[in-house]
Nanobody, 125 residues
Framework: QVQLVESGGGLVQAGDSLRLSCAAS????????MAWFRQAPGKERDIVAVISWSGGNTYYADSVKGRFTISRDNAKNTEDLQMNSLKPEDTAVYYCAAAYGRPYLPRAPAEYTYWGQGTQVTVSS
């Protein structure tokens, strides 16, 4: 089994930056894609960004492209999401996820095996 624990959420103002981190324990995820999803109240859980097993390929939702950067450190079994120029519409619970055994860029929540508990990001205007 794998446990994913997110950290770094909080309350910020529009235009500010935050860095989310996700630490995995239990087994290595170096052959698995990892991603960040987010879910706002009353809405579905949406993909934010995905990074391939090697870190060489990434995918970003159009809404965050150019503002967010996903990264990973396979030696430490961690992934991060650097969020810049935050907007009120970025307010959501952010989830770290791992698609065990899927090395590339899956985008659907159903393709992900392990999930963190979520961390709240609130952006005030």
């Amino acid at each position: 089994q794998v446990q994913l624990v997110e950290s770094g959420g909080g309350l910020v103002q529009a235009g500010d930056s935050l860095r989310l981190s996700c630490a995995a324990s239990g087994r290595t995820l170096r052959t698995s894609a990892m991603a960040w999803f987010r879910q706002a109240p009353g809405k579905e859980r949406d993909i934010v960004a995905v990074i391939s097993w090697s870190g060489g390929n990434t995918y970003y939702a159009d809404s965050v492209k150019g503002r967010f950067t996903i990264s990973r450190d396979n030696a430490k079994n961690t992934e991060d999401l650097q969020m810049n120029s935050l907007k009120p519409e970025d307010t959501a619970v952010y989830y770290c996820a791992a698609a065990y055994g899927r090395p590339y860029l899956p985008r659907a929540p159903a393709e992900y095996t392990y999930w963190g508990q979520g961390t709240q990001v609130t952006v005030s205007s």
